[in-house]
Nanobody, 124 residues
Framework: QLQFVESGGGLVQPGGSLRLSCAAS????????IGWFRQAPGKEREGVSC????????GYADSVKGRFTISRDNAKNTVYLQMNNLKPEDAGVYYC?????????????????WGQGTQVTVSS
């Protein structure tokens, strides 16, 4: 059974940093492209960043370019999202998701498997 466990969320002041982790179990992560998504109260889920199965290709939403970095360690079956210079508008529940193969995009319906999410709050 495919499962994700996200961790690393929390409360941070504007300008601060967090590192989210997405640990997979029940499948080999290296066969899947992974995306990070977020959802704020009352808003639609939006794509934040994605990474190809090998890690050789990454993508970012314009709103996070230059501040967030996605990476993966297939040996550890884990994907990370380093978030720097956080802003209040970055707050929300962050989800990781997987799609089998080399998809490199942030279209929510393409992703088949989703974690439960981790809360990120950015506030002074």
């Amino acid at each position: 059974q495919l499962q994700f466990v996200e961790s690393g969320g929390g409360l941070v002041q504007p300008g601060g940093s967090l590192r989210l982790s997405c640990a997979a179990s029940g499948f080999t992560l290296e066969d899947y492209a992974i995306g990070w998504f977020r959802q704020a109260p009352g808003k639609e889920r939006e794509g934040v960043s994605c990474i190809s199965p090998s890690g050789g290709s990454t993508g970012y939403a314009d709103s996070v370019k230059g501040r967030f970095t996605i990476s993966r360690d297939n040996a550890k079956n884990t994907v990370y999202l380093q978030m720097n210079n956080l802003k209040p508008e970055d707050a929300g529940v962050y989800y990781c998701a997987a799609v089998h193969g080399a998809y490199s995009g942030l279209w929510v319906p393409m992703y088949d498997y989703w974690g439960q999410g981790t809360q990120v709050t950015v506030s002074s």
